[in-house]
């Protein structure tokens, strides 16, 4: 079967740095999302990886390494607006997205 | 751009009663999905499309049928709601395999079935 392994719920502080890890079997590999996901509100694109190693992005990285099957989202200089879910999807064989079931993160002033 | 669209946003439903979902997208994407949410859950793919006139099953497709007469819009009907149908749906578009593959997102329909 597929599946993707990410940590239901972190606390972070504001102003520090977080990485959220996300572990994935799947059937194929054609890249790894990484969508915010506001409360009430529809996901939005963070990231892709599709090659081994780091993409930075402002406050935002995230790693690959397919080897391993996994990746972390790093997120640096929290504000309290990061207060968020984070979904990590991997596109299958059949370019259909497997989705986690996301992490609750909660930045505490 | 308006991006992508769903109507209606809120929506209760008695079981048995039937309904349909309506996404439209104005950045004429050739793939339309629709997933629901449940809590503690992933996204789960319900039916999706690759082209005006395609439809194909996704992962969760049972209770649920759908229709892409136009390039821009993807309509879910429920035939016959029932409680474990009560979830958040989400509509979702992308250009397609050969492009870049982020999926947008509209902004979601609640739906509660009694």
């Known amino acids: 079967g597929q599946n993707i392994d990410q940590p239901t719920e972190m606390t972070a502080t504001e102003g520090a740095i977080v990485q959220i890890n996300c572990t994935y079997q799947?059937?194929?590999?054609?890249?790894l999302f990484w969508y915010q996901q506001h409360a009430g509100e529809a996901p939005t694109f963070l990231s892709y990886n599709v090659l081994d190693g780091l993409e930075e992005k402002g406050r935002f990285s995230s790693f690959l390494s397919r080897s391993k099957g996994y990746s972390y989202l790093l997120l640096k200089e929290l504000q309290m607006k990061d207060s968020a879910s984070y979904l990590c999807?991997?596109?299958?064989?059949?370019?259909?997205?497997?989705w986690g079931a996301g992490t609750k993160l909660i930045i505490k002033p | 751009n308006a991006g992508v669209t769903q109507t209606p946003k809120f929506r209760v439903l008695k079981t048995g009663q039937s309904m349909t979902l309506l996404c439209a997208q104005d950045?004429?994407?050739?793939?339309m999905y629709w997933y629901r949410q449940d809590p503690g859950m992933g996204l789960r793919l319900i039916h999706y499309?690759?082209?005006?006139?395609?439809?194909a099953k996704g992962e969760v497709p049972d209770g649920y049928n759908v229709s892409r007469l136009k390039k821009q819009n993807f309509l879910l009907g429920l035939e016959s709601a029932a409680p474990s149908q009560t979830s958040v749906y989400f509509c979702a578009s992308n250009v397609g395999r050969e492009g870049s593959g982020e999926q947008f997102f509209g902004p979601g329909t609640r739906l509660t079935v009694l």
């Open positions: 999807a991997v596109v299958d064989s059949n370019y259909q997205l497997i």
């Open positions: 950045m004429n994407h050739e793939y």
């Open positions: 499309s690759v082209g005006e006139g395609t439809t």
């Open positions: 799947t059937s194929g590999f054609n890249g």
